[in-house]
């Protein structure tokens, strides 16, 4: 009996050293972070409540028209867009290979043709129609329309774990803004600042939160608009219009401006008219155009670019 048990002793040491070693492995790929399983979820508070969206979304079709550039600072490229987004001249060579979702996209996209993408997240915004539909194929995470551009992006990096990004892209944009801001200070002065777009139907006015600028001009600057214009909007609303009769009380000291759509010849009644060049802000020559196709996105790569010609015609002097 003995013999038997000086036999059988090294093939338990064997086996046990055996478990030892497997157990020393999968606790070393554990704490190097190994990829997590592709169908691990976990909770992201949204518009729409809370949703169960992958750890690690990979295949993320975007329906929100102005948040591709997000994603793209984040390193992160959707694999489709509406059609609007891909209108974006900053974005064009980024966007090259991504699916056009086509016009409506952003309200009521086609289910069949985001469902034969396989996505395993859609992010949209909150006007969205057909949301319950799209939930059968994929979690579905909605933005407010006139949410703030810099929570927009955190809350992006929430969403795909990329919070270290997000922070690295605001501490840079900082820093640029904060190289422009003594010399605004002195052009600005105190003075005020509009951003309207003419149209047959009148002028359109804008406040932060809807793109053309307003996110630098009002947000990262901290300029204002005449204050009986700023009473002109609604909670939760992004834009106003404006009748001609109004413009001298809402229009303010400096006016960055664009024809409404792009559309020249629509607002070329408002561009006429005495009551538009009457305004001190275009007599004096403190009222600069844009270009539509450039100031209408709202994004990171937008922003970049929109600084560069806002501070060349607000510091041309």
């Given amino acids: 009996m003995q013999r038997n048990r000086l036999v059988q002793k090294p093939t338990s040491v064997l086996m046990l050293s055996a478990l030892l070693l497997m157990l020393l492995w999968l606790g070393s790929a554990c704490s190097n972070g190994a990829a997590p399983n592709a169908s691990e979820t976990r909770s992201f508070t949204a518009e729409n409540g809370?949703?169960?969206v992958p750890v690690k979304p990979e295949r993320i079709v975007l329906l929100a028209p102005n948040y591709a550039g997000y994603l793209l600072a984040l390193g992160i490229t959707p694999i489709a867009v509406p059609e609007f987004t891909l209108g974006n001249p900053y974005l064009q060579d980024e966007l090259a290979d991504v699916e056009n979702l086509g016009a409506t996209a952003a309200i009521e996209p086609s289910v069949e043709q985001i469902?034969?993408?396989e996505p395993d997240l859609i992010i949209g915004l909150t006007a969205l129609k057909n949301t319950e539909q799209?939930?059968?194929v994929a979690p579905v995470v909605l933005f407010a329309p006139t949410k703030n551009n810099r929570e927009v992006l955190r809350d992006l990096g929430v969403l795909t774990q990329r919070e270290e990004e997000a922070g690295k892209w605001l501490e840079q944009w900082d820093a640029k803004i904060d190289g422009y801001k003594d010399e605004v200070e002195a052009a600005a002065n105190g003075?005020?600042?509009?951003?309207m777009y003419p149209s047959d139907k009148g002028v359109y006015m804008f406040r932060e939160g809807y793109g053309r600028g307003t996110e630098i001009l009002y947000g990262d600057f901290g300029l204002n608009m005449p204050e009986r214009a700023e009473k002109a909007f609604e909670e939760g609303q992004g834009f106003v219009l404006l009748s001609l009769e109004v413009l001298p009380e809402m229009a303010g000291d400096y006016i960055f401006y664009a024809p409404w759509l792009g559309n020249a010849e629509g607002a070329s009644a408002v561009f006429e008219?005495?009551?538009w060049k009457g305004l001190p802000a275009v007599a004096e020559d403190?009222?600069?155009p844009v270009d539509y196709n450039i100031f209408t996105f709202s994004d990171p790569y937008s922003w970049?670019?929109?600084l560069e010609i806002l501070m060349g015609l607000l510091l041309a002097e």
């Avoid at 003075?191 to 951003?195: E, G, P, Y």
């Fill in 50 to 52: 809370e949703v169960d």
């Fill in 134 to 136: 799209l939930e059968k």
């Fill in 286 to 288: 403190r009222a600069f």
């Fill in 273 to 275: 008219s005495e009551m």
């Fill in 304 to 306: 970049e670019g929109q």
């Fill in 191 to 195: 003075k005020t600042f509009s951003i």
């Fill in 115 to 117: 469902a034969a993408l």
